[in-house]
């Protein structure tokens, strides 16, 4: 099986390179130039009396239209200066009203908190994630976890998932997201119209809830602030998990949605040289990487997959990847844990030298150096690499 960043896998034919997608283009926001509020004299509540008519109108979220609201307040005309004063609180709260209404800006996100990954064999997945892998499940990053759980480090790990009934296309059950402010993430999902489940706590006690990406890739934001202690096994193969990556249909969809709402940055983005890109391709590049807005680590969108790719071919595109220093080295600490079969390493296009392994489910764990060791095709690289 060769590296997927230096040759095609198994659907190779070859096609002329169409046109560089164009960035989505956002919903123009309303205009908001205009008076947000008015408050005017009003003889609506009577000849004798007189009174104060406030009048406000809001958005219900920054891409929708304003919605027309209102409120009434009289007061007896005896009391003028009463009247004046309660006015002036009243077009004062009009604009607090104008002002909340508006969306609340993103809360940050730092990173990802855990890949979750479904199994047809649990026994042969927790040989192959912790003797292969060499990663521990007694940590504190795993504790009370019911699944298979695997610690990267003291934020990250790694569960498995029993599969019940048929196995579904995608085998990367689940990529959690990290925040600080968990409630405020979930609430500005759903003024952006994303549906997001309720929040939970996860068995080791940290709040999380989940939602989708438009092509329905399960995603969950967890609550974290720092870092569980955490010491890493001797035997461990890497201390970090870079990215996860899975198939992608529609790209600019996918980039509305993770750069339009979620604010992800672009990291680097390629392709195959044209001899080997597709026939079938739909877009320029094979692999459109973006970076957490607020972190170094990114989601990978691999492009360009047949709807007819097998087991293999699926298990090659959705992925995690795990850091390391050296590549080389990492390889030669794999064969010591007792892995027989792997590709690489070998410097892709992205000019990082990685390796790929396999566990029993054919899912793909990519080892890769942080930093490139050349220069990478096709673009530069437009945001800073992670550090060990």
Not at 121 to 126: E, F, M, T
Not at 187 to 199: F, N, P, V
Not at 328 to 353: C, I
């Amino acid at each position: 099986m060769s590296h997927p960043r230096s040759r095609q896998h198994f659907f190779s034919e070859a096609r002329p390179h169409r046109r560089q997608f164009a960035p989505p283009t956002q919903t123009r926001p309303p205009d908001w130039s205009g008076p947000a509020f008015s408050c005017t004299r009003s003889l609506c509540a009577g000849p004798r009396s007189g009174g104060i008519l406030a009048r406000f109108h809001f958005p219900a979220n920054r891409w929708d239209s304003a919605k027309p609201g209102g409120f009434l307040c009289v007061f007896p005309s005896a009391l003028p200066l009463l009247r004046a004063l309660c006015a002036l609180f009243l077009c004062a709260l009009c604009v607090n009203s104008f002002s909340s209404a508006q969306t609340a800006p993103r809360p940050k996100i730092t990173g990802i908190a855990s890949v979750r990954l479904y199994s047809t064999d649990l026994h042969a997945s927790r040989v192959f994630y912790s003797k292969i892998l060499g990663f521990d499940s007694a940590t504190s990053t795993c504790l009370g976890v019911t699944n298979p759980c695997y610690a990267v480090n003291g934020r990250q790990r790694v569960e498995l998932q029993q599969i019940s009934g048929g196995a579904p296309d995608n085998l990367l059950a689940e990529i959690a997201f990290s925040t600080p402010n968990l409630a405020e993430m979930r609430e500005y999902l759903l003024a952006h119209k994303i549906d997001a489940s309720a929040i939970t706590k996860d068995e080791t006690g940290a709040p999380r809830f989940s939602f989708k990406d438009p092509e329905g890739t399960p995603l969950a934001f967890v609550q974290q602030s720092g870092e569980r202690f955490f010491t890493p096994a001797a035997h461990q193969a890497s201390a970090r998990i870079l990215h996860a990556g899975f198939i992608v249909k529609d790209l600019v969809r996918e980039i509305a949605f993770y750069q339009g709402v979620l604010g992800f940055k672009l990291y680097w983005h390629g392709f195959f040289p044209p001899e080997e890109h597709a026939k079938s391709a739909t877009q320029e590049d094979d692999w459109y990487e973006i970076q957490v807005p607020d972190g170094e680590e990114w989601i990978e969108f691999m492009l360009n997959i047949s709807p007819r790719a097998d087991k293999q071919e699926r298990g090659v595109q959705n992925h995690f990847s795990l850091g390391v220093k050296n590549a080389n080295n990492a390889a030669s600490h794999l064969r010591v844990n007792g892995a027989t079969n792997f590709d690489g390493p070998e410097v892709g296009r992205d000019g990082k030298n990685s390796l790929d392994i396999y566990d029993p489910d054919l899912s793909r764990v990519e080892v890769m150096d942080y930093n490139p060791t050349k220069d990478p095709c096709c673009h530069a690289y437009s945001a800073l690499h992670p550090k060990p």
